[in-house]
């Protein structure tokens, strides 16, 4: 089976080493970002440039949108230069970005009334996955057209499970972001709770990863933690929108979250501070602050 053009929109964090795994496996790529810098490093790599949302529709069977929230993915998809106006029938678009459920379904029936196929993909897996192919990707939409860009998510991601219809995974993504928040808030609390204490942050790592207590999220960021350093892999201002469409999710389906609502305000304090552009496990220091401690050295 031939290969499809793909376009991609969004180079950020996470975007750009996608589109330079999609080149890396074979597909001619079409990318289009705010910032030219990126576009300009993947037209190096073997892909080439389009100037509009449109123009990418027009030049691609299937296009990727990796965007940082709804706002942006509507406009991208249904604004007046934007991917409803060049996919032609048939094709495919998957949204990979994280955004409110009822977004998803609402820009995904506006394009299949052109007869264009639709799947909102976000994943999971931060910087790291996305740089190693390795991201978990949850899908809604139609499992026929989820077969259809199975082989192009295959080259982004190992873990790649259909959710359910149209919105089913960003229900799904919006799940995961709750228990990564927790996970954060946990290794935090428990840091900053040793550290006052007067106990070496690296001897609690290597406990508590021995233990129940254990999570990848801790594996991954404790080490970063500890050396102060918060390099985004994952915007803490990202992962406040996350929770924040969380939280909308759980009031329209009745659902109380008052674990999340507590960590959402922990992170709203973080923003506060001035520090939405490091990662989001830099949550730490929003205790820290409270507890006059540090459980690291900063940076």
């Known amino acids: 089976m031939e290969k499809p053009v793909v376009g991609f929109i969004g180079l950020g964090i996470m975007g750009k080493p996608m589109a330079h795994n999609l080149l890396r496996s074979g597909y001619a790529l079409v990318v289009h970002n705010r910032s030219r810098s990126a576009v300009e490093e993947l037209v190096e790599a073997g892909a080439w440039a389009a100037h509009s949302p449109a123009e990418i529709g027009r030049q691609s069977g299937l296009v990727i949108t ?11 998809a249904l604004g007046p230069d934007g991917l409803i106006h060049g996919l032609a029938p048939g094709a495919i ?77 960003q229900t799904v993504k919006a799940c995961n972001q709750i228990m990564v928040a927790l996970h954060i808030a946990g290794m935090a609390e428990a840091l900053v709770l040793g550290a006052k ?17 254990q999570s990848r999220l801790m594996d991954a960021r404790g080490p970063k933690v500890i050396r102060g350093d918060f390099a985004p892999g994952f915007k803490a201002r990202l992962h406040f929108k996350d929770l924040n469409i969380t939280l909308q999710a759980g009031a329209e389906l009745g659902v109380p979250l008052p674990v999340a609502g507590l960590v959402r305000e922990l992170f709203s304090a973080l923003l506060a501070a001035g520090r939405g552009e490091w990662d989001h496990a830099a949550l730490i220091t929003v205790l820290e602050d409270l507890a006059r401690v540090e459980a690291r050295t900063r940076e």
Not at 66 to 76: C, Y
Not at 197 to 213: E, I, K, R, T, Y
């Open 66 to 76: 990796m965007l940082p929230d709804g706002p942006d993915v509507e406009q991208v």
């Open 93 to 169: 678009w998957v949204d990979m970005s994280t955004i409110a459920p009822a977004v998803a379904i609402r820009a995904a029936a506006a394009l299949r009334e052109k007869g264009v196929l639709c799947l909102d993909s976000p994943v999971s897996g931060g910087e790291l996955g996305a740089i190693d192919a390795t991201l978990s990707i949850m899908v809604g939409g139609e499992a026929e057209v989820f077969n259809q860009a199975r082989p192009v998510l295959e080259a982004l991601g190992q873990t790649i499970t259909h959710c359910g219809p149209s919105g089913a995974g």
């Open 197 to 213: 204490a007067g106990v070496d942050p690296s001897v609690l790592l290597q406990v508590l990863g021995g233990g129940l207590a």
